[in-house]
């Protein structure tokens, strides 16, 4: 068996314009969305993936507002940026991007954000709302990965799913969003404390791989058939490298690659949380 390629850059062509036509009718009623951006410090990974955000943003005339700091930004002057744009009326959503640099907190930084404004769905509130299967904006990576594979055919509902990775952007979050009633599936989570990964990868009908450790997952971990999602990206000398080997190919019936597979959509999810902000803000007026 050869797999097939489950196409995250062209689904993601697509949805973003089907949001270019949302936000042409919000600008009829003189809303314009804004995202903003948060990017502190220089790793190189962060400010490509920025530039990315901001790039889809102006295909699908979203605003863009950027803020550039210094790895030697403090606490202070990061909380204060945050701050200013929780209160700018022109941005209707931003996000801090992650990993922040140094001794600067991930998790307080999220925190500092208007839930209201939260884009990339990881304020604690937000979080506590996918918990409780409340509404509100989903994180972006998860969210990317059940429409991939929704608009793709793939059921959910019933499934055994693996996901390994239990980080607070992808891992944790999809396991909350995938046993939604919505979504249905059977969740496993594997971690560094997993004894044999390979155990409940074999099980599997889904895999989805965000470790961050190249080719962890091998052609023997994967039963024949099986959906492969790619989560990791990791940056070598010879290109981005992904979690699942190439040698999977053979043996499952569907791969998102690395690149072009899970990341765009990321970016689509983005645009498509700033994009339903502002339709809730246009309809409460
Ligand atoms: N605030 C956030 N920080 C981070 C998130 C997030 O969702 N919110 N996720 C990741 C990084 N990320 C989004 O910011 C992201 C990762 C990958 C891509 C992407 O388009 N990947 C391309 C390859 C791009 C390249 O060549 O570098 C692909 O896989 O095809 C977009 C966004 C951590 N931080």
Redesign the pocket.
């Known amino acids: 068996m050869t797999a097939e390629t489950l196409d995250?850059?062209a689904l993601a062509a697509t949805i973003k314009a089907e949001l270019k036509e949302r936000v042409a009718a919000l600008a009829e009623q003189g809303i314009v969305p804004g995202l903003g951006t948060v990017l502190v410090g220089d790793d190189p990974?962060?400010h490509?993936?920025?530039r990315?955000?901001h790039r889809d943003c102006a295909q699908v005339g979203i605003a863009s507002i950027e803020v550039e700091l210094p790895a030697s930004t403090s606490a202070a002057e990061l909380e204060s940026r945050i701050r200013e744009l929780n209160d700018d009326p022109a941005c209707t959503g931003f996000?801090?991007?992650?990993?922040l640099p140094g001794a600067l907190d991930d998790g307080w930084a999220l925190g500092l954000v208007d839930p209201g404004k939260d884009a990339?769905g990881?304020h604690p509130v937000n979080l506590g709302r996918l918990v409780l299967g409340e509404p509100g904006p989903l994180?972006?990576?998860p969210r990317g990965i059940v429409e991939l594979l929704r608009r793709n055919g793939i059921g959910l509902s019933g499934a055994e799913v693996c996901v390994i990775g239990r980080g607070t952007?992808?891992g944790r979050p999809l396991g909350l969003l995938l046993t939604r009633k919505s979504e249905n599936a059977t969740v496993t989570l594997c971690h560094t404390g997993t004894v044999d990964v390979a155990e409940h990868t074999r099980r599997a009908d889904i895999v989805i791989a965000a470790a961050g450790r190249p080719g962890l997952i091998t052609a023997d971990m994967v039963k024949p058939g099986a959906v492969c999602v790619d989560v990791g990206?990791t940056r070598t000398e010879a290109g981005?490298v992904g979690d699942i080997d190439p040698s999977v190919r053979e043996v499952a019936s569907w791969v998102a690659p690395?690149?072009?597979?899970?990341?765009?959509m990321?970016?689509a999810m983005?645009l498509t949380n700033v994009v339903e902000r502002a339709e809730a803000l246009a309809s409460a007026r």
């Not at 996000?95 to 990993?99: D, R, S, T």
């Not at 690395?258 to 765009?264: D, F, H, W, Y």
């Open positions: 995250g850059k990974g962060s490509s993936y920025v990315g955000k996000i801090v991007q992650l990993p990339d990881l994180p972006c990576t952007t992808v990206i981005l690395v690149p072009g597979g899970v990341g765009p990321t970016r983005l």
